[in-house]
């Protein structure tokens, strides 16, 4: 199943069947525990609607939910970052992150900093190398259970990052920092270890970047990262986790504004975003 948010409440798309439903308090809708047995509940008395409904989704699937991130859970990810610190002698921290026991989790971003499907995600002014960071993303509900899966965009300033591993809340939390979407993928079961990312970069229209890789290439596991994040915090309403990164354009490439990221996982979507 996939679960929209819009102006007037929920669409759920299940079967290629569209319902909606008018919810008054996203945060309690979308957390509960069982959350598919749940939806499936909610559509049962509910009339099937038309397809047009999602060319006018544009809202991230969130409410008040905190995101928060995972860092060096692909190799691809540890080599750039060691790449980037390397003269800042920060290097030899990422390498011993990703064979550690504690994974690297911190806080990403708020609503207000976050965008959903074809908003615009920024740039940081004072930084001279950016890039997105495509990344499956878990819901989590308050009682620490995987509910839902969607489509992260980590934006990144790998300048800032790179002059000192102490900087890395400036170059990942700002605002426009993150997008999430198009939807809230809901299955019955944990999403397949063979599901594929895959991201493109258009500039004027063109590919200037593409890449892709299969989430089975994470070290660290989903239960894992959800374990750290909820030892010692709490999340009322829930959390979202983006879970990390294998796909980093080369150390030559760089966002520019005016830029296209469009990020697409098995059976989530494309979440499109342009670059401000």
């Known amino acids: 199943m996939q679960l929209y948010k819009t102006a007037v409440g929920a669409v759920i ?10 919810v008054d308090n996203w945060d309690a809708f979308i957390n509960r525990m069982n959350l598919h047995d749940a939806l499936q509940d909610d559509i049962k008395d509910l009339p099937v609607t038309s397809d047009d409904l999602l060319n006018d989704i544009t809202e991230p699937p969130m409410g008040s939910q905190e995101i928060w991130a995972s860092g ?9 970052r060691m790449e980037e610190s390397k003269k800042a002698g920060g290097g030899s921290f990422y390498d011993r992150v990703y064979d550690a026991e504690r994974p690297e989790l911190f806080f990403k971003a708020t609503p207000q900093r976050t965008v959903g499907y074809g908003g615009t995600v920024r740039i940081r002014k004072d930084s001279h190398w950016d890039v997105p960071e495509p990344e499956l993303t878990l819901f ?3 009682e620490g259970t995987i509910e839902g899966y969607t489509i992260g965009n980590d934006m990144s300033s790998r300048s800032i990052e790179g002059e000192n591993p102490l900087y890395l809340p400036q170059a990942k939390t700002y605002e426009g920092c993150a997008a999430l979407g198009p939807c809230i993928y809901v299955p019955r079961k944990t999403i397949a270890a063979d599901t594929q990312i895959k991201m493109d970069i258009l ?8 890449g892709q890789i299969s989430i089975n290439q994470m070290k660290r596991k989903h239960l894992e990262l959800v374990g750290y994040l909820y030892r010692e915090c709490r999340f009322p309403n829930g959390c979202f986790l983006m879970t990390g990164t294998g796909i980093i354009p080369p150390d030559d490439f760089s966002l520019k504004v005016g830029d296209e990221v469009r990020i697409a996982i098995d059976h989530i979507g494309t979440l499109v975003n ?3």
């Not at 798309?13 to 008018?22: A, G, I, S, T």
């Not at 500039?203 to 593409?210: C, D, H, I, Q």
């Open 140 to 142: 989590i509900s308050s």
């Open 13 to 22: 798309r299940d079967e290629n069947k569209l319902y909606v439903k008018e």
């Open 274 to 276: 342009f670059v401000g």
């Open 72 to 80: 060096v859970t692909y190799m691809r990810s540890k080599q750039a």
């Open 203 to 210: 500039r004027e229209g063109k590919s200037v970047f593409s």
